[in-house]
């Protein structure tokens, strides 16, 4: 069964950075794609940022590019993927969502099979 545990949320100013991480335990898949998604109040969810555990790949939401940096790592039994976000703004403030796939990348909310329970990044200005 596979398990998604994100952890690294609070509040910050803007301009400040926060490290989120995902511990992602149970994957059989032979190749997957671990994502990052938010979720702001009264938004529906949208795609941050994705790697590809194989040969860590990745792909941004033009709305992070430059800010937000996507990385991984793993052990014997878990893999970890963490964001580290930078000079955050009010407008990051949101839900945010670990999420894996089978195969390669992509920023498509629906192909993503198994979701974490969500950590909360508030920014204030």
């Known amino acids: 069964q596979v398990q998604l545990v994100e952890s690294g949320g609070g509040l910050v100013q803007a301009g400040e950075s926060l490290r989120l991480s995902c511990v992602a335990s149970g994957l059989t898949f032979g190749t997957y794609t671990m994502g990052w998604f938010r979720q702001a109040p009264g938004k529906e969810r949208e795609f941050v940022v994705a790697i590809t555990w194989s040969d860590a790949s990745t792909l941004y939401a033009d709305s992070v590019k430059g800010r937000f940096t996507i990385f991984r790592d793993r052990d014997y039994a878990e893999a970890t993927v963490y964001l580290q976000m930078n000079s955050l703004k009010p407008e990051d403030t949101a839900v945010y969502y670990c999420?894996?796939?089978?195969?390669?990348?992509?920023?498509?909310?629906?192909?993503?099979?198994?979701w974490g329970q969500g950590t909360q990044v508030t920014v204030s200005s």
């Open positions: 999420a894996v796939k089978a195969r390669g990348l992509s920023s498509l909310l629906f192909e993503y099979d198994h």
